[in-house]
């Protein structure tokens, strides 16, 4: 069962999620808030699986949300539900920590789908966000940097560059020949010293 947290301060969409989302299998949803109060204490307390966050919340955004939630417990995965489509909202969020990165007109079921996917540490985007992430990288103005400095293993260094080129966790299980539970284990060391939280932050960085 996914245990599921929702951060939406508006009052119409925050019940269409709950509608939706509570007639879906293995999701239970154990928190739902309108902004960030207390929300160290309230991931401690329900400790959710996955998060999903808005941007504009009140008082405090919900990209400094996912930077608090980062910080106290690293290994809860985050994806942004927003109405906003702008390059700068998007790789703050990605580099903050979160996992995907979803608009409010995305249906329902992607979504759901959305919630399973980051459950499992894979990364989603809509396809606009994914586009702009693509021109991003087309365009040559991400900084390229040499994975050397970062006193990687042999074995993590190989892993990295499998996530670099986009290969599934299971595709870059098999081409080690190690478990999955194994290659996550790399995968926590890996983030441990390139200092990020997640895959879609391995994709900001590295072309």
Known sequence: MIRLAIFEDN??????????????????LVHVGENLSNLTKIIATVKPDVVIMDIDLPKTSG???????????PDINIFMLTVFEDDD????SIKAGALGYLLKKDSPDKIID?????????SVMNGQIARKILDYFSSGK???????????????KEILLLLIDGLSYKQIAGKCFI?????????????TKLNIHSRAEISARFR
Do not use: W
């Not at 959305?114 to 894979?122: C, D, F, M, S, T």
């Not at 991400?142 to 993590?156: A, G, H, M, S």
């Open 179 to 191: 478990s999955i539970d194994t290659l996550f284990s790399h995968i926590r060391k890996i983030y």
């Open 114 to 122: 959305a919630i399973h996917a980051i459950y499992k540490g894979e």
């Open 11 to 28: 009052i119409a969409y925050r019940k269409a999620l709950q509608t939706f989302i509570g007639t879906a299998e293995n999701i239970s």
């Open 142 to 156: 991400q900084k390229n940097i040499d994975v050397e400095e970062y006193n990687l293993t042999k074995r993590e």
């Open 63 to 73: 990209i400094e949300g996912v930077k608090i939630i980062k910080q106290v417990a």
């Open 89 to 92: 909202k998007i790789f703050q």
